[in-house]
């Protein structure tokens, strides 16, 4: 199992952003430090918490700070933007990282993002799949394109000088283009189906309780089978909240106590996924009345926190619910504390992660069927 990094940073309303940045930024480059294969960045306009409005943008303050690490879009919210903009600037983000580049995609959900783009009643999946059949087909085009669509039109017909280089956009440094991965926030999903039907690979959100994440893979095999290429668990991201440090108290208060980044975290998402009416994804039982989710008990299910020991014990044992998968990707967090928060993924690098593909190898856990 590979160890990952994914944010969509949740930061307090009151801190100051250049700091959310700055910490932000120095999570990512110490994953590069730490060997964390990828890490993905999210993004939102219109949100003072989650307060990075461009993941492109982001990655590219990192190019010159990271060296061997993937970094990831997670995810670019294709209806809010032209296809002929985000090939450009995905072209131009993958020249900057020198190929180390994955793009994450998705319809985007938080809905006062729509509605700034004037985007809020529309067939955001429709559009979602118009856009990167666009931006797909420029990078697989020459100029001047003429693609037309229900949503956009991309053409430099008019105004095209190709010698001097006039009406071009630019293609990847990646051949075809960079690997396309999308998240996954919704239980048996059928997206994912599509998704894998068309070659991309799934990254299942922190946010979902294990048996629903564990009703991915069957649906990412489904879309594998309907094109005749083998489902391979290796593909397959899961993001997860997890703390870990030294001792059991340390971690315990971190995690769990009333201003904790986790419990601040949870919060966010369970009062916007409730007034975005997808309330079921905390449910352990789709029937159950809203008044059985809590914060308490969010928290419980959905993050691992403890010592190395005990956080590699209960990795392996979300695995036994949702089966094999390639990539653990580490959910960031708000760094309320840097230097734990430094402590925690210097741990899950070199203590818990080893320890865990140390089972793994001497097939404590299953694989995924």
Same mark, same amino acid.
């Given at each position: #199992? &590979?160890?990952?990094?994914?944010? /969509?940073?949740?930061?307090?309303?009151?801190?100051?952003?250049?700091?959310?940045?700055?910490?932000?930024?120095?999570?990512?480059?110490? %994953?590069?430090?730490?060997?964390?294969?990828?890490?993905?960045?999210?993004?939102?306009?219109?949100? &003072?918490?989650?307060?990075? @409005?461009?993941?492109?943008?982001?990655?590219?303050?990192?190019?010159?700070?990271?060296?061997?690490?993937?970094?990831?879009?997670?995810?670019?919210?294709?209806?809010?933007?032209?296809?002929?903009?985000?090939?450009?600037?995905?072209?131009?983000?993958?020249?900057?990282?020198?190929?180390?580049?994955?793009?994450?995609?998705?319809?985007?959900?938080?809905?006062?993002? *729509?509605?700034?783009?004037?985007?809020?009643?529309?067939?955001? =999946? =429709?559009?979602?799949?118009? %856009?990167?059949?666009?931006?797909?087909?420029?990078?697989?085009?020459?100029?001047?394109?003429?693609?037309?669509?229900?949503?956009?039109?991309?053409? @430099?017909?008019?105004?095209?000088?190709?010698?001097?280089?006039?009406?071009?956009? !630019?293609?990847?440094?990646?051949?075809?283009?960079?690997?396309?991965? %999308?998240?996954?926030?919704?239980? +048996?999903?059928?997206?994912?189906?599509?998704?894998?039907?068309?070659?991309?690979? !799934?990254?299942?959100?922190?946010?979902?309780?294990?048996?629903?994440?564990?009703?991915?893979?069957?649906?990412?095999?489904?879309?594998?089978?309907?094109?005749?290429?083998?489902?391979?668990?290796?593909?397959?991201?899961?993001?997860? $909240?997890?703390?870990?440090?030294?001792?059991?108290?340390?971690?315990?208060?971190? *995690?769990?106590?009333?201003?904790?980044? +986790?419990?601040?975290? +949870?919060?966010? #998402?369970?009062?916007? /996924?409730?007034?975005?009416?997808?309330?079921?994804?905390?449910?352990?039982?789709? =029937? *159950?009345?809203? $008044?059985?989710?809590?914060?308490?008990?969010?928290?419980?299910?959905?993050?691992?926190?403890?010592?190395?020991?005990?956080?590699?014990?209960?990795?392996?044992?979300?695995?036994?619910?949702?089966?094999?998968?390639?990539?653990?990707?580490? *959910?960031?967090?708000?760094?309320?504390?840097?230097?734990?928060?430094?402590?925690?993924?210097?741990?899950?690098?070199?203590?818990? #992660?080893?320890?865990?593909?140390?089972?793994?190898?001497?097939?404590?856990?299953?694989? =995924?069927?």
């Amino acid at each position: #199992m &590979q160890l990952g990094f994914f944010t /969509m940073p949740i930061h307090p309303l009151d801190k100051d952003w250049r700091q959310t940045l700055r910490e932000d930024q120095d999570a990512f480059v110490l %994953c590069d430090e730490l060997g964390f294969s990828e890490a993905y960045v999210g993004e939102h306009t219109t949100d &003072q918490a989650e307060n990075i @409005t461009s993941c492109t943008l982001f990655l590219a303050t990192l190019a010159g700070r990271t060296k061997q690490i993937r970094l990831g879009t997670g995810t670019v919210n294709l209806p809010n933007t032209h296809p002929a903009r985000v090939a450009g600037e995905i072209a131009m983000l993958d020249h900057l990282l020198d190929g180390r580049l994955n793009f994450g995609i998705s319809p985007g959900g938080l809905p006062s993002d *729509a509605e700034a783009f004037g985007t809020l009643g529309r067939d955001r =999946a =429709a559009m979602f799949v118009e %856009c990167i059949d666009q931006v797909l087909q420029i990078w697989a085009s020459a100029p001047p394109y003429n693609i037309e669509g229900q949503f956009w039109n991309v053409t @430099t017909e008019k105004t095209l000088i190709a010698d001097i280089g006039q009406g071009i956009i !630019p293609k990847p440094l990646q051949k075809p283009h960079p690997p396309i991965v %999308c998240t996954v926030v919704a239980p +048996y999903s059928k997206g994912v189906v599509e998704a894998a039907a068309r070659g991309w690979e !799934p990254i299942s959100a922190n946010f979902l309780l294990p048996q629903w994440v564990a009703t991915h893979w069957p649906k990412y095999a489904e879309g594998c089978a309907r094109v005749g290429r083998p489902a391979e668990a290796a593909n397959w991201r899961v993001a997860k $909240s997890i703390f870990v440090a030294d001792d059991l108290a340390t971690a315990r208060r971190y *995690a769990t106590d009333p201003d904790s980044p +986790y419990r601040f975290y +949870y919060s966010q #998402m369970l009062t916007k /996924m409730q007034r975005a009416g997808r309330f079921e994804l905390f449910k352990k039982d789709r =029937a *159950a009345p809203d $008044s059985s989710v809590t914060l308490d008990g969010m928290c419980e299910d959905l993050v691992i926190w403890g010592t190395p020991e005990k956080v590699a014990e209960e990795i392996l044992a979300f695995r036994e619910v949702v089966g094999d998968f390639g990539t653990l990707l580490y *959910a960031g967090h708000d760094w309320a504390d840097p230097a734990l928060a430094r402590r925690s993924m210097a741990l899950m690098a070199e203590r818990v #992660m080893p320890m865990v593909n140390r089972a793994i190898g001497s097939g404590v856990a299953r694989a =995924a069927e």
